[in-house]
């Protein structure tokens, strides 16, 4: 799923290098070079040429213009009320604010000893600080915390229903976007 979009791998292969899981970093590599390369060779290496043109032109883009947008540049654009009431879209300096911000409380996380919501941290911090992450993102995400939640099976009852009731939030919460 971290192959769909690229700036996604970013911190869970940090989080993986920070925890030395080896195993897990040369898998989530090889898995997403194959997933993320493969289909250009199939298509033909001019697509990948055009990909890279459409990235330098998207480049900043969603920091302009992010009323859809489900993470920090989203939630401060609609805070200030955007270009539809006649405001600017807010400063890259406070986007920029709020991502460093989120690293604070993720490296404590991280710092700790469960590795589960180092998972979950760093899933939630991805989605908020990509300046491109919008509702079905966060739906995605759903699917591999099913498996967070499958995988904890030795954890307690009110610990499960506990995850469970946070998924589907935030299920309900994307999906009414």
């Given at each position: ?95 920029y604010a ?17 590795y589960l ?10 989605l908020l ?49």
């Open positions: 799923i971290l192959a769909l979009k690229p700036q996604w791998a970013v911190l869970p292969g940090l989080f993986l290098l920070f925890r030395f899981e080896w195993k897990a970093l040369a898998a989530m590599f090889v898995s997403s070079c194959l997933i993320f390369f493969v289909p250009f060779l199939l298509v033909g290496l001019e697509t990948f040429s055009n990909y890279v043109t459409f990235l330098r032109w998207q480049n900043g883009l969603d920091l302009k213009d992010a009323p859809h947008m489900f993470s920090w540049n989203g939630f401060l654009f609609k805070l200030r009320g955007g270009p539809l009431y006649g405001h600017p879209p807010p400063p890259e300096l406070w986007t709020l991502v460093a911000l989120t690293t604070i409380p993720l490296a404590i996380i991280w710092w700790g000893r469960n919501l180092g998972v979950a941290a760093t899933v939630l911090a991805m600080i990509s300046t491109h992450s919008v509702w079905y993102d966060w739906a995605l995400m759903i699917i591999a915390a099913l498996f967070i939640v499958l995988y904890s099976r030795g954890k307690g009852r009110v610990v499960r229903v506990s995850m469970w009731v946070v998924l589907l939030s935030l299920h309900v919460a994307a999906a009414q976007s």
